[in-house]
């Protein structure tokens, strides 16, 4: 998985999130060298961007494995469990 | 009696008479619902209970709270076991059965052995909280597992779109109702896991108690205990608790709940990002800031502001150096000096005494030579005056003075042959009075038997 750290593109959400974070967190520690540290930063706001970009561009998923879903209904139907409760 | 029917009562008096008699009957009955009125709102839930085989039925009312406390859903047709009193609405004069509690019919024995299978179970350890699974921050992949139809499957769906449509969504659609349903969960569960989920949530929509059975199979619940990534279970409503539902991770109380309990908030992750983003910039430009105050720091130091402040150390010590150094060479000068003076007399005095000897001798020797000089110079002084005057007699002016001349060449060179001169030369003639300067005419030699020798000279 570390190999895939700088593919940002290879990156899933959630290892993009944490190479983020472990950006961070050894920005925060302040033990970096200057010329480092920019590094990092660049990385970082980078790496910021696709993620915002990955979350803003999201679209679900579905992958039905098995029998077969009925006619979804329309988002504005209200959440059954909701009204029930 | 008899006495008390002749006098008429009034309807309310009447009525209350029959509430105190109704209201001492406490029974328990069992009967199949006809109606059913359980409105939001409403201070009760009202219904019918009926007994076909007699053509009876008994109007049923349960007040609220005790119906929610008793938390069985049930629907008309369900056979009721009820306990409770009757009880007369004066209003209407109407005779109601009050319940106070209520049971699905045959489902004490259910609900028995569901609670020592739950028993034997948490025996075991199958529901100890360290046994729970974390649930994955940021899942990639969510199994769903219920029925493909009915509202469950899309307020997941729904559920998940809404707060983090990053991630994937494997859906199992198995038959949830039914004698087979605990296999075809198991299946399920198994396929989503196979297909990679990272968790997976277990759910249906409400139904009454027999429909929620197949959540409450043993073998499901030990597949569910067993299964290799989180579960989280979202059965039915509130009150519903199934055996699925204490094995699982995290039990959620409906679908929607479940989905809301995988999925983070999309908008927490992005004010997290954005709160990530502020710390990123934040620890750079701190990090700059010490860089710039280090600077600073090394800027002011003494070596940079008062470079010289480095050597004063250095520089006192020399100090000191020098001070001692001239307190310590005035003192070996002096005695350097002393030595030297006292070198110096005795050079003196050994000098003198070197000298005295031979200043005496040199003395001595002087005043003999005073004394003996005179008498070794007179016999000499003496002789030279007879030599005077013997030289005066052969000096060549006394010849010339007798009338002889001597004749000297251009070059002072006396002549005294022909040889010495040729003609055409110059020559003077010196005489006892002067020189006569004379040019050679020519030369004749003279006779070889000793004759006279002859020169003849032309005066100039």
Partial sequence: MADTMNAKEDMTFKQGMDELERIVASLESGEMELEQSLDAYAKGVKLLGALQNKLDAAEQQVQVLMGQLAQAPEDDVQDSTLSKA | ???????????????????????????????????????????????????????ASLPCLMWMNRFKQAGVAFKVGDVLDVTGRFSLYAAKGR??????????????????????????????????????????????RIGLVTSPRGAAVYDVLRTLRRRYPCAEVLVAGVPVEGKDAPLHLMAGLDEVCAAGAEVVLLVRGGGSFEDLMPFNDEALARHIAAMTVPVVTGIGHEPDTSIADMVA???????????????????????????????????????????ANQLMQVRTTPLFTDPLSLMRDEAQMLDDLARRLESAIPDSLKESQQGLSRARMALVAKGQTLIAGPAMDVLRARTTLRSVGPSLIRPKRERASVMAAALEGLSPLGVLARGYAAAFTEEGRVISSIHAVSAGERMDVHVSDGTIACVVSHVTEDEPQGGEERAEWQIR
């Fill in chain 2, 249 to 291: 991770d995290v039990r959620a109380s409906t679908p929607t709940a479940a989905a809301e309990a995988v999925a983070p908030d999309i908008r927490d992750i992005q004010q997290a990002l954005h709160g990530t983003g502020r710390r990123m910039g934040f620890a750079e430009s701190a990090l700059i800031s010490q860089c």
């Fill in chain 2, 1 to 55: 009696m008899a006495a008390e029917a002749s006098k008429p009562l009034s309807v309310g008096a009447a009525l209350q008479l029959a509430k105190r008699q109704l209201e001492g009957i406490a029974v328990r009955i069992v009967g199949e619902v006809s109606e059913l009125s359980n409105k939001p709102g409403y201070a009760a839930v009202y219904f019918t209970l009926k007994d076909g085989k007699e053509n």
């Fill in chain 2, 95 to 140: 005779m109601n059965f009050e319940v106070a509690s209520l049971a699905l019919a045959g489902e004490g024995d259910i609900r028995l052995r569901i609670a020592n299978l739950a028993k034997k179970l948490e025996a075991e350890g199958l529901m100890r909280a360290e046994a729970k699974r974390a649930l994955p921050r940021l899942p990639e």
